[in-house]
């Protein structure tokens, strides 16, 4: 038998459209949980509306940072955020860190699962960062395929993050926000909004902020981030080793008044401080978001 | 190759080997020429491995002290860069590096330290499993001992050291000054695990390390017992198992039994 003839013509089939998904919830005001602050959230449960997990910091065998994610899970929303799916990278992907992915997802029933438009390495190698891309059609074939390949690998929709960038291509086509649009649209993957890394690429790019958020769809947008960074003077450097700077806090603003009511956390990497200052900034996001959304707009 | 994927090679190129060519690909900003804003990624790149290497092998980068611990840990970033998409895994590879790597292999301590940290390490988030407790014991009658074999937790190892290892991490885990490196005519044996969610280490005769590698290994305990008698006492072997083993189950070194076939 001539198995190729049973198979769809390739040449006739319609093209894909996404899957659709379920417009993720919305969470509230939000903390990525930390391993200094362990103790504390599970002494005292503070009112945090939901936690952002660094993925790769759970996939791993057991013991405890495992038993501790078990038990914030138990009492707060949880939504998983990587760093290594090297979703642009033209190298194979990796299977069996997706699987570890899923085999995490299994257990936390997280609300959501997020990654960033970058790649980490080819070649078999691994940069443990998040590496820039050239907004070409090229690249945004191969991002969307990738994007496709992943959601039905994990079973569900993923969210994007824009990462900050230090430099630009010569060879791009689009810009940023063109480019997570239709990567948006074409693949169905929703947009993790970072407020801080949108500030710092137009900062070190030399483009207006607004522009940038005026380019996104509103309805694709689930989540925001807000971190700080250090200022070089001639370029920004996304350390999240900071509090979140007042002209951020302005654009988170902005970012309210187009995208509206969006799940929203403070993003600290380095340089943790106690508990109580982060809090400060979550309660921050959350008075803002009161302030500046029409009376009701919070709530459900 | 595709222009995209041969963009890539380039710009990986040029952070991993100094390759300028990537260069002639990206612009310069308003502010800043794209040497300098390709540096940032360059200097990214090693300051985080060993940052991470740094976090990893804590009383080791206390024992070395940050230039020489740095100075090291770029050394090591050179020779063995990540292959891995979690960061946990990038330093696993520096007890070997020490061994093989001039002028450190020169100084057996540091392979020596870096194991015993990398055990620990492993044993914080080793797969979970059961704790065989005294209290499994109990169900078993005297005539079954003999043929009882024990299976250690997934997060206890064992590991040989040549040099006063474990004397120098115990002192600078306590703030102490460590003793000066030195070999030891007989290997430091260690059993290493994880008691609850804290890793622990203790060091073994050479008896005990002995019935605990052969235990590991499926010999049950009759045989077990034979094989302590030919270390001291025969008259005293079956106690001196029995005695060995309460302190493995009582530790939580152990996850189950069985009574063979």
Redesign the interface.
């Known amino acids: 038998m001539n198995v190729a003839s049973k198979l769809p013509d390739p040449s006739v089939a319609p093209p894909a459209d996404p899957r659709p998904s379920a417009t993720p919830p919305f969470l509230g005001f939000g903390l990525g949980l930390r391993a200094q602050h362990y103790d504390e959230i599970l002494n005292s449960h503070p009112p945090i509306d939901w936690f952002e997990v660094i993925s790769e910091n759970y996939m791993l065998p057991g013991g405890q940072p495992l038993r501790i994610l078990d038990r914030i899970c138990e009492r707060y929303p949880v939504v998983m955020h990587g760093v290594s799916l090297s979703i642009a990278s033209t190298a194979p992907p990796n299977f069996e860190y997706l699987q570890n992915l899923k085999d995490l997802a299994r257990r936390v029933e997280p609300k959501w699962i997020s990654d960033h438009l970058c790649w980490t390495g080819v070649h078999g190698k691994n940069l443990h960062d998040l590496l820039p891309i050239p907004y070409t059609e090229e690249a945004l074939d191969h991002v969307v395929s990738r994007v496709q390949l992943v959601q039905d690998f994990l079973g569900r929709a993923l969210v994007l993050e824009n990462v900050s960038t230090y430099v630009q291509f010569n060879n791009s086509e689009m810009t940023e926000w063109e480019f997570l649009s239709e990567l948006s649209r074409r693949s169905g993957c929703w947009l993790l909004f970072d407020i801080n890394n949108v500030y710092v690429s137009a900062f070190n790019h030399g483009y207006d902020p607004l522009t940038f958020l005026n380019g996104i769809p509103a309805d694709r947008v689930v989540q925001f981030h807000m971190a700080g960074h250090s200022h070089m003077g001639t370029h920004i450097i996304d350390t999240h080793d900071h509090p979140v700077c007042e002209d951020v806090w302005d654009l988170y603003v902005a970012a309210l008044k187009r995208f509206g009511r969006v799940s929203t956390m403070i993003e600290r990497d380095d340089n943790i401080p106690p508990l109580d200052e982060l809090l400060l900034e979550v309660n921050r996001t959350r008075e803002i978001a009161e302030r500046v959304l029409p009376s009701g707009k919070l709530a459900g | 190759m595709?222009?995209?994927?041969r963009?890539?090679?380039e710009?990986?190129r040029g952070?991993?080997a100094g390759d300028d060519a990537i260069l002639d690909?990206?612009?310069d900003?308003?502010?800043?020429n794209?040497a300098?804003?390709?540096g940032?990624?360059r200097y990214?790149?090693g300051s985080?491995?060993v940052e991470?290497m740094r976090n990893d092998h804590e009383l080791l980068h206390l024992y070395l002290g940050d230039e020489t611990f740095d100075e090291m840990g770029h050394a090591y970033v050179k020779a063995r860069?990540?292959?891995?998409?979690?960061?946990?895994w990038?330093s696993q590879g520096l007890p070997e590096f020490f061994k093989t790597a001039d002028p450190y292999c020169n100084h057996p301590i540091l392979s020596d330290l870096a194991a015993l940290e990398k055990s620990l390490n492993d044993a914080?988030?080793?797969?979970?499993a059961p704790v065989l407790t005294l209290e499994d014991m109990a169900g078993f009658a005297p005539e079954v001992w003999n043929d009882l074999m024990f299976k250690p937790h997934?997060?206890a190892c064992r590991l040989d050291v040549r040099t006063n290892a474990a004397a120098i991490w115990m002192a600078l885990k306590n703030d102490e000054t460590p003793p000066d490196a030195t070999s030891l005519d007989e290997p430091s044996r260690l059993l290493i695990w994880?008691q609850d969610?804290t890793p622990m280490f203790r060091e073994l005769t050479a008896e005990e390390a002995m019935m605990w590698d052969e235990a590991a290994n499926g010999i049950p305990f009759g045989v077990l017992c034979e094989m302590l008698a030919t270390y001291d006492d025969p008259d005293g072997a079956a106690a001196r198992g029995a005695g060995y083993l309460h302190g493995w189950i009582t530790s939580g070194a152990l996850t189950s039994v069985s009574a063979g076939e």
Do not use: C, G, K, M
């Not at chain 2, 860069?81 to 946990?88: C, G, I």
């Open positions: 595709s222009d995209f994927a963009q890539q090679s710009f990986q952070i991993l690909e990206i612009l900003s308003p502010r800043e794209r300098t804003l390709f940032v990624y990214a790149y985080r491995l991470a860069p990540s292959e891995h998409p979690n960061l946990r990038f914080f988030d080793a797969t979970e997934p997060s994880r969610t």
